[in-house]
């Protein structure tokens, strides 16, 4: 299975809004709506952010959100605050019954 | 509230096999609809998914390491583990292992994870 792909970084200033894009295919993103997105600061281990594609999970800030068209997901973050600054990853679960990570995008608040 | 724990060695030689204990703390590992899984992350690098198991035994596994990886399950610890042989200098991350909760139609995600556990393969 080939990983999502995900822009390697993506940056934007503190109260801006930013979208990270993650692309698969029929197989993955496009066929089911079972797209995660995990946050990761450095040395830590991931935390799960949004699930099936657009659900938060409590505790979560309603800042964060997600979407998906096609073979595509989009989490955004809107408001972006100094510890927003991480890893992301998506994730999907595939037709094989199998999962799949993006590449991880690193997110720079300027 | 569930917590995670990876153990084992922190070290393999070459050609041998990692393995790899998560002991679950909080929860039974036998309740719910839960997967528990194993992820892993060379340093700098993304998260790969390895593979996960359900509580009835069932396994999934990442076909590119579908011929070395094992994962299994004692309920009677509370533990799941990872076996993956004939390691090389590729397979030295991060071992994550994580709670993937899923009640069909529904797929929670990978909402527990431990805090990972460093395996360098190394002679």
């Known amino acids: 299975q080939s990983a999502l792909t995900q822009p390697a970084s993506v940056s934007g200033s503190p109260g801006q809004s930013i979208t990270i894009s993650c692309t698969g295919t029929s197989s993955d993103v496009g066929g089911y709506n079972y797209v995660s997105w995990y946050q990761q600061h450095p040395g830590k281990a991931p935390k799960l952010m949004i699930y099936?594609?657009?659900n938060r999970p409590s505790g979560v800030p309603d800042r964060f959100s997600g979407s998906k068209s096609g073979n595509t997901a989009s989490l955004t973050i809107s408001g972006l605050q100094a510890e927003d600054e991480a890893d992301y990853y998506c994730?999907?679960?595939?037709?094989?019954?199998?999962?799949?990570f993006g590449g991880g995008t690193k997110l720079t608040v300027l | 509230q569930v917590q995670l724990q990876e153990s084992g060695p922190g070290l393999v030689k070459p050609s041998q096999t990692l393995s790899l204990t998560c002991t679950v703390s909080g929860g039974s590992i036998s309740s719910g609809s839960y997967y528990w899984s194993w992820i892993r992350q060379p340093a700098g690098k993304g998260l790969e998914w390895i593979g996960r198991?359900?509580?009835?035994?069932?396994?999934n596994y990442n076909p590119s390491l579908k011929s070395r990886v094992t994962i299994s399950v004692d309920t009677s610890k509370n533990q799941f583990s990872l076996k993956l042989s004939s390691v090389t200098a590729a397979d030295t991350a991060v071992y994550y292992c994580a709670r993937d909760t899923e009640f069909p139609p529904n797929y929670y995600g990978m909402d527990v994870w431990g805090q990972g556990t460093t395996v360098t393969v190394s002679s």
């Open positions: 198991i359900y509580t009835s035994g069932s396994t």
């Open positions: 099936e594609v657009s």
């Open positions: 994730s999907s679960y595939t037709s094989s019954s199998t999962v799949v």
